[in-house]
């Protein structure tokens, strides 16, 4: 009597349903106001690649932080295995030295040219500027710990810093700085956002900076499905879509190309 029990105990346990896998949860940061129509591509890449790999590696939830994070704060976090589980950003040593990044460039050559946020009425201060050398006459402003801030030290100029991304707008509009640099797929909707400033109409700073997911150093395993799922989205040529998808993407490689700027190359640090 007993046997019977324990073997209908196992039958029924055997005709029940597996229990659902618990989805991977993952919160990555709040979009910022000022870059919100560029900034949404990396969340949909996201999407897309852990989609491609849910059929291997199973359910996911993405989720945005509640509150607004500095890029510094946005990196502890992510180093501590804190409150962020994935980051996008420019690459440089100490990143890749304390997060563990996805080698795969999400922006292709369009984080590698620059052009300069200034306000409205300093276009003539610009049109002088031919050389490296002219532009150290005029101070740069950008973000504490970006990766491009280093590189513009690196070569020279003079740099103003601000540990939050929104508040260099107003700090170029109070003539803190006289420009800031700016991928040229994000400036022209952060232009938008902020009357008194214009897009400086003659110059690119060229220098190469891949921009890459970043997870912590104690979750390869997260790096590793991003990754199998990026390259799954290029095979069947998904990323391209997405990628050529974003308007101001389109916008920027018809700038790159049209060969209207003078371009000024910069030296990477040295490590």
């Known amino acids: 009597m007993q046997r019977r029990a324990v ?15 618990q989805p991977l949860r993952l919160t990555i940061p709040q979009l910022a106001p000022s870059a919100h129509e560029h900034s949404r591509y990396f969340p949909q890449l996201l999407r897309l690649a852990l989609e491609k790999t849910r059929a291997s590696d199973g359910p996911f939830e993405i989720q945005h932080y509640d509150e607004a994070m ?39 050559e369009l984080n590698d040219y620059r052009v300069f946020l200034i306000r409205k009425g300093d276009q003539g201060r610009f049109r002088a500027v031919r050389t490296l050398a002219d532009l150290r006459q005029l101070a740069a402003g950008a973000g504490d710990g970006w990766p491009s801030t280093a590189v513009l030290r690196a070569n020279g100029l003079p740099v103003v810093t ?85 308007p101001s993407f389109r916008r920027s490689l018809d700038e790159i190309h049209a060969g209207r700027r003078r371009v000024i190359e910069l030296q990477l640090p040295q490590d």
């Not at 073997?7 to 896998?21: G, M, N, T, V, Y």
């Not at 502890?76 to 997060?99: H, M, P, V």
């Open 70 to 108: 500095s890029g510094p704060r946005q990196f502890a976090e992510l180093k501590n295995n804190g409150a962020l589980n994935l980051i996008w950003d420019g690459t440089d040593a100490k990143r890749e030295a304390e997060l563990l990044p996805v080698r795969i460039s999400l922006l292709r």
């Open 162 to 246: 601000s540990i939050s991304y929104e508040q260099l707008f107003a700090m170029l509009s109070g003539k803190r700085f006289d420009y800031m640099p700016r991928g040229v797929y994000e400036a022209w909707f952060e232009q938008s956002q902020h009357s008194g400033l214009a897009i400086e109409n003659s110059l690119f700073l060229h220098y190469r900076v891949p921009f890459y997911f970043f997870v912590s150093r104690k979750n390869p395993t997260l790096a590793d499905r991003v990754e199998r799922g990026l390259r799954a989205a290029m095979a069947d040529g998904s990323f391209d879509s997405l990628f050529h998808s974003i």
């Open 7 to 21: 073997l209908a105990l196992l039958s029924s346990a055997a005709l029940a349903p597996a229990r659902a896998a």
